[in-house]
């Protein structure tokens, strides 16, 4: 029964709808991942050596057996298997930058292809293919991601309620409003741990709400601006090969370097950039290559949040210590 009178709850414009309005909506792209897994059941999954362990968890709870797959320093697969019946492979459009590759990809597998573009939310979606998306890794929202599934999916397997973990993780959300990252970063981390264990359910009316209220356009554009000015700034210095496809949107700008204390100087400015996917380290048969981008691959924050000023910022501190390396 419909509330009415009482207090308010909180009040956003619906200005644009969302982003991806035909895709699944999940509150997170790992429970899009089991839900596809239960979906169809696939029997293996071919999965890049560098992922997070949370594209991992689904496959194992679900005893789904799978097989890891070298990943060079294109960022691309070194090998490409032969896929049989119930066998798929995944692959990651690593920071939004890998369109080309997909599509090279998807012309190979077809429907046997699933796209993990959690870094790429504003990639379009290939209606043959399975595309994974998610909202957090963009916007401030507490839970949101999206599935096209590249086949018919049974209603009776889609999550009918949402999980109320979510108003936990408008703490930490509305804490860096009103303060500092730092003041409300342990928050964070528990709603971090919590989300990802959540189990599989539809995308909360408040992410919901929220996803309605971007100016995605806005977005998309501040993201491509943002990661011209550093490329430009940076591209001389970068040991990964980057080439961005004309309607590609990156996430981050990923900065390949063995520099010592470019991280370091960093957080002393208060420019904070995450260290992704340690848990490569500890899987068996990992390559030199992929040790390297996990110690030294610096994703460079470039959201709508920030402009002009501040790329040239980051682009100045990474330049002076590079700089000062190159000299002594």
Known sequence: MKEIGGYFELMLPKMSGHYHPDALRLNTAGSAFRLLLSAYGDRHVYM???????????????????????????????LLPELGQGERFLYVNYFG??????KDLSRRYRDKLIVDNTQSFFSAHDKVVDSLYSARKFFGVPDGAYWYPSREVSQSLLPSFRHPIV??????????????????YQEYLEYEREIESAPVAG?????EM????????????????????????????????????PDG????????????????????????VTRLWREVHERPAVSAEERYLVDHLLPLPIDHR?????????AGIIEKVIQKQTID
């Open 306 to 314: 920030y402009g002009q000023h501040d790329m040239n910022f980051i």
């Open 97 to 102: 930058v890998k369109g080309e590759y997909v």
């Open 203 to 207: 995308m909360s009316h408040t992410s």
């Open 210 to 245: 929220m996803l309605q209220a971007v100016d995605y356009s806005r977005c998309r554009n501040r993201l491509i601006s943002n990661f011209r000015i550093l490329h430009e700034r940076l591209g001389r210095f970068n040991e990964l090969p980057l080439s961005v496809s």
């Open 48 to 78: 890049p050596n560098y992922i997070c362990d949370s594209m991992i968890t689904p496959l194992a709870e679900l005893g789904v057996d799978y097989s890891f797959y070298p990943v060079n320093k294109y960022l691309e697969a070194e």
């Open 167 to 184: 108003t936990m993780g408008l703490r930490h959300l509305v804490g860096r409003l009103e303060d500092s990252a730092n003041a409300h």
């Open 249 to 272: 949107v990156p996430m981050a700008y990923p900065l390949l370097t063995k520099v010592q204390g470019v991280r370091e100087s960093l957080v002393s400015k208060r420019v904070y």
